[in-house]
């Protein structure tokens, strides 16, 4: 776990702030309505390092989990997705560099990765897939 264990007591959660609180690997998420006692067993369990997800979202957080390793990053390391994003919203790989705090080279070979793992050949193409799942 962290130096510093994250609880998150939220009064609503759509998809994607669930999946951004699960790639932050939090170790509690606590729905505001929930009972009292279900905040303090969360408090206590991410102090244990263990993860402490509210039973009304369990299966919310399974789904996201399932579909994030089926097709989210569709494979993509976390760099490459980030370079990516960048990409798709039609950033310059000199603009993607700079951004990044990368060389220009670092992001060619990155893209060059991320085309061949996504099987398409261009940035327009990449710019569609990324809506399509979301990225952007």
């Given at each position: 776990?962290?130096?510093?264990?994250i609880v998150v007591?939220a009064?609503?959660?759509?998809?994607?702030t669930l999946s951004g609180f699960l790639?932050a690997?939090?170790?509690a998420?606590?729905?505001?309505?929930a009972?009292?006692?279900?905040l303090?067993?969360?408090?206590?369990?991410?102090?244990?390092?263990e993860?402490?997800i509210?039973a009304?979202i369990?299966?919310?957080v399974?789904?996201?989990?399932?579909?994030?390793?089926?097709?989210g990053?569709l494979?993509l390391?976390?760099?490459e997705?980030?370079i990516?994003r960048?990409?798709?919203t039609?950033?310059?790989n000199?603009?993607v560099a700079?951004?990044?705090q990368?060389s220009?080279?670092?992001?060619k070979?990155?893209l060059?990765?991320v085309?061949?793992?996504?099987?398409?050949?261009?940035?327009?193409?990449?710019?569609?897939?990324?809506?399509e799942k979301g990225?952007?």
């Amino acid at each position: 776990g962290h130096a510093v264990a994250i609880v998150v007591l939220a009064a609503s959660l759509d998809d994607s702030t669930l999946s951004g609180f699960l790639r932050a690997s939090v170790e509690a998420i606590v729905l505001k309505e929930a009972a009292a006692s279900d905040l303090v067993d969360a408090i206590r369990a991410a102090a244990r390092g263990e993860r402490w997800i509210a039973a009304g979202i369990i299966h919310r957080v399974l789904g996201l989990m399932a579909s994030s390793e089926e097709d989210g990053s569709l494979g993509l390391t976390p760099r490459e997705l980030e370079i990516s994003r960048h990409v798709a919203t039609g950033q310059s790989n000199c603009r993607v560099a700079r951004e990044l705090q990368l060389s220009e080279s670092t992001v060619k070979m990155h893209l060059h990765s991320v085309f061949t793992k996504l099987e398409i050949s261009n940035r327009v193409e990449l710019s569609l897939l990324a809506r399509e799942k979301g990225w952007i």
